[in-house]
């Protein structure tokens, strides 16, 4: 960090500078991430490591600042930004983890928070996973990175579910697209939305299966989230669709957590956190799905748009 952080917190104008505690926040396996308290408040600073995006973990800084930026409300707002790092609104509340998500109660309140993100401004940046998948594909062959046994043998079932999402697509929407269950605070009222590391215009029905993935849901509790998103307009199709994308998610971020653990472990903002070892589950939750005999059902509902779910 070039600054500190009072030097940071002056030059953001919030209170005098004098920085009264700094704790580093967990959860965030990338960037370093600080709670901050002064004389004038509680707040969260990031600072982005420019490695992140070279390696194609995240998106550049000035794109997931911009994010950020229009995200507000359902994120934090951006209260201060600089190069690389952002001052962040302090969000007071619980930080979920995997079983909180995995609770009914809860995932009608995660769709509703992700239904708030995709109706708001659009993002800068696209972001498409397929496309994400070869790049980390092509990165771990690069830098000659271990990729699991097997992972090229399922290629062809990737290509198959994009097509049959292309075939039936659905309006590009502001996404997050890494909602694991640390990126959702319960404020009391809302659940609120944070790290936008990965932002971008997207598939929405990705960003449900991607929060099915993070949470490990079976196939009654990928039902529900998405039930509770589309509400009225559920189909057959859309379900499948989802619960594809959870697929697809376990298959790209198996390599997003190689690369991590390859080149940036060094680096790593949280040093405890075993990625290799959540390559390895990510790849193992993979695998379950592609061997699942309903997983063809699943590509030609998607492709051809099946009847109501009653």
Excluded at 5 to 14: D, W
Excluded at 29 to 48: A, F, I, K, N, Q
Excluded at 168 to 181: G, I, K, Q, V, W
Excluded at 191 to 203: A, K
Aim: proline share 5%; with cysteine.
């Amino acid at each position: 960090m070039a600054l500190s952080v009072a030097e940071i917190m002056a030059r953001a104008g919030l209170g005098s500078g004098d920085v009264i505690a700094c704790t580093t926040l967990t959860g965030g396996l990338s960037h370093r991430v600080l709670r901050v308290e002064t004389d004038g408040g509680t707040y969260v600073v990031r600072v982005l490591d420019p490695a992140v995006s070279e390696a194609g973990l995240g998106v550049p800084a000035r794109l997931e600042i911009e994010n950020t930026v229009r995200a507000a409300g359902v994120g934090p707002a951006v209260l201060y930004a600089d190069g690389d790092t952002m001052v962040l609104e302090y969000i007071e509340g619980a930080t979920l983890d995997r079983d909180d998500v995995r609770r009914l109660e809860t995932i009608p309140r995660l769709a509703a928070a992700c239904r708030r993100l995709h109706a708001g401004p659009a993002f800068a940046g696209d972001f498409n996973i397929f496309r994400k998948a070869e790049e980390l594909l092509d990165r771990c062959r690069r830098h000659d990175l271990r990729v699991p046994d097997g992972y090229g043998d399922h290629l062809p079932v990737m290509t198959a579910i994009e097509g049959a999402v292309e075939r039936a697509p659905l309006p590009a929407a502001p996404c997050h697209n890494d909602l694991l269950p640390e990126n959702f605070i319960d404020d009391g009222h809302d659940v609120r939305i944070v790290d936008f590391q990965l932002s971008g215009m997207n598939d929405p029905a990705f960003e449900l299966g991607d929060i099915a993935a993070e949470g490990d849901f079976e196939p009654g509790r990928v039902e529900a989230l998405a039930a509770a998103y589309f509400g009225g307009e559920m189909s057959a199709a859309l379900l499948a669709r989802v619960r594809l994308y959870l697929l697809v998610s376990n298959v790209t971020w198996t390599l997003w957590f190689a690369i991590h653990h390859g080149l940036l472990a060094h680096r790593a903002a949280d040093a405890a956190f075993d990625y290799d070892a959540e390559a390895a589950d990510k790849w193992g939750q993979a695998r379950r799905d592609l061997a699942d005999p309903d997983l063809g059902r699943l590509i030609d509902l998607t492709a051809h748009r099946g009847r109501a779910v009653t």
